[in-house]
Structure formats: structure tokens, C-alpha cells
């Protein structure tokens, strides 16, 4: 009777998690999967023709050079600056005392930084949305980043100090493989942060701001206001792809 009730639980827990994940994620990506093959207006099976059109669309093609470029800047830089300035926080006392100071970018609202950036920056381009997301998103990685070091055993770096290990070797060999965990965390949550700083580029250029800034979150806000769901729902369905095949690949690697 214990096992059984135990089981019971089991279930309703999973179960409720589980419809929730099914009711508003699995269903809605499925529906987006049936309207990337068929027609906006009249529903008919298309094949693979909306698939065709958005890869060969010139403001696609465009925005994915872009969002590429910009994740391939932010993501190594907002690591590092993590890295290093938790190193140096780590040796203070009273970290909790600034905790405060380097999260405050995180609680202003979008078109406050908005503003604030267009009075240090005379051009809003590439460089200065990319700063943007620095100032935005180091202090949580700083977090991120002081939680793994604090969770690293203090005999493994005595251990390699020991052995005359210095600061470089120590972090490389001894800090680095325990933070393994950590950098996989900081490393996806920055990568799905990138995605938010539409909100900065869109609020600057608007719906078609300079080239250089142009990303995909632009592509489908077009193409929702003009009502191509065809289109949004194939280059969903790409994007999808591409960045759950990059989660795996950096899964893979990061446990090797």
C-alpha cells in the first residue's frame, strides 16, 4: 500500500509537469511544425516550398549572419569578463555586500539602457549592441561563475599548490575542469540571453535598423506584422533545429 501511494505521487508530480510541458510547448511547436508545410491562406499542402523561400530569403540570410556574428562575439567575451572578475571578487570578504551592485543592470528596464546608450554612443551599431549585452548580462554570469568557485574543494587547490603549481596552472588544470558544470550552465543561458537583445536593436532601429544589426528577431517581427505565418513557422522550425543541435554538440563536448 506504502509503495503503491508512493508511486501515486510519482505520478502526480511528473504528470502535472509533464501536461504543462505537452499542453504549452509540445502541442504549440507541433502545430508549427503542420503550418510550415502548408499555405497561409488556404491551408494546402505546400512540401517543402516555405522551406525553400525563407532560405533563399535575402533579410533571412541576412539576419542569421548577424545573430551568428553577435553570438560568436558575446558569448566568449561574457564568459571570460565572468571568469575574471570572479576570480578577483572571490578573494573578498564581504562579497555579499556588492552582489547588489553588479546585478543592478539586470532590474532596469530595456528602454531605460535604451536611452543611457544613445547618450554614450553617437551611432548605434554591431559594437555598441554588443556592449549593451555585456553590461546587461556580466554581473548574473559573475554569479553564476563566484557559485562554481565557491563549490570547488579547497584541498584540490592546496593540493596543487603543493605540488608548485602556479595561479595559471591551478585555474587551467585544477579550477577550470571543476567548473566544467559551471561553464556549460553560463554558456547556455548567455546563449538564449542573446536572443533577448532584440528588445535593445529594436527600440534603437526600429523594424529595419542598420544592416550590421539587423538580426532574426527583426526577420519575424516583420513577418508577423505583414501576417506571413507560412514563413515564421519554417524559419521557427530551422532555428529549432539549429540550436538544439548546437545544445547537444556543446553537451557532448563539455563532458568529454
Same mark, same amino acid.
Given at each position: 500500500m506504502k509503495r503503491f501511494k508512493e508511486v501515486a505521487y510519482f505520478i502526480g508530480f511528473i504528470g502535472i509537469s509533464l501536461a504543462g510541458v505537452l499542453i504549452f510547448?509540445?502541442?504549440?511547436?507541433?502545430?508549427?511544425?503542420?503550418?510550415?508545410?502548408?499555405?497561409?491562406?488556404?491551408?494546402?499542402?505546400?512540401?517543402?516550398?516555405?522551406?525553400?523561400?525563407?532560405?533563399?530569403?535575402?533579410?533571412?540570410?541576412?539576419?542569421?549572419?548577424?545573430?551568428?556574428?553577435?553570438?560568436?562575439?558575446?558569448?566568449?567575451?561574457v564568459a571570460v569578463i565572468g571568469l575574471t572578475a570572479a576570480l578577483v571578487l572571490n578573494k573578498i570578504q564581504e562579497i555579499r555586500i556588492i552582489k547588489s551592485l553588479y546585478l543592478f543592470p539586470m532590474a532596469m528596464p530595456t528602454a531605460t539602457v535604451v536611452i543611457v546608450w544613445r547618450m554614450f554612443? /553617437?551611432?548605434?551599431?554591431?559594437?555598441?549592441l554588443v556592449i549593451s549585452y555585456l553590461w546587461k548580462n556580466t554581473g548574473y554570469t559573475i554569479v553564476l561563475w563566484l557559485?562554481?568557485?565557491?563549490?570547488?574543494?579547497?584541498?584540490?587547490?592546496?593540493?596543487?599548490?603543493?605540488?608548485?603549481?602556479?595561479?595559471?596552472?591551478?585555474l587551467i588544470f585544477v579550477k577550470?575542469?571543476?567548473?566544467?558544470g559551471s561553464i /556549460?550552465?553560463?554558456?547556455?543561458?548567455?546563449?538564449?540571453?542573446?536572443? *533577448?537583445?532584440y528588445r535593445e536593436a529594436y527600440l534603437v532601429g526600429g523594424? /529595419?535598423? *542598420? *544592416?550590421?544589426? /539587423?538580426?532574426?528577431?527583426?526577420?519575424?517581427?516583420?513577418?508577423?506584422?505583414?501576417?506571413?505565418?507560412d514563413k515564421m513557422a519554417a524559419a521557427s522550425v530551422l532555428v529549432a533545429i539549429v540550436l538544439?543541435?548546437?545544445?547537444?554538440m556543446f553537451q557532448y563536448y563539455s563532458q568529454k
Open positions: 510547448v509540445l502541442i504549440p511547436f507541433a502545430d508549427v511544425i503542420r503550418r510550415s508545410f502548408m499555405t497561409v491562406m488556404s491551408g494546402e499542402f505546400a512540401r517543402f516550398n516555405n522551406y525553400q523561400i525563407v532560405i533563399n530569403n535575402q533579410a533571412f540570410r541576412l539576419a542569421v549572419k548577424n545573430t551568428l556574428h553577435f553570438v560568436s562575439v558575446a558569448i566568449p567575451l554612443f /553617437y551611432q548605434q551599431n554591431f559594437d555598441s557559485a562554481g568557485i565557491a563549490g570547488i574543494p579547497n584541498e584540490l587547490i592546496e593540493a596543487s599548490k603543493v605540488d608548485g603549481a602556479n595561479r595559471l596552472q591551478c577550470l575542469p571543476c567548473l566544467k /556549460y550552465t553560463i554558456v547556455i543561458l548567455s546563449f538564449l540571453n542573446s536572443m *533577448k537583445i523594424s /529595419y535598423p *542598420k *544592416k550590421d544589426i /539587423y538580426l532574426l528577431q527583426h526577420t519575424f517581427n516583420n513577418w508577423y506584422v505583414n501576417l506571413e505565418f538544439f543541435a548546437f545544445i547537444l
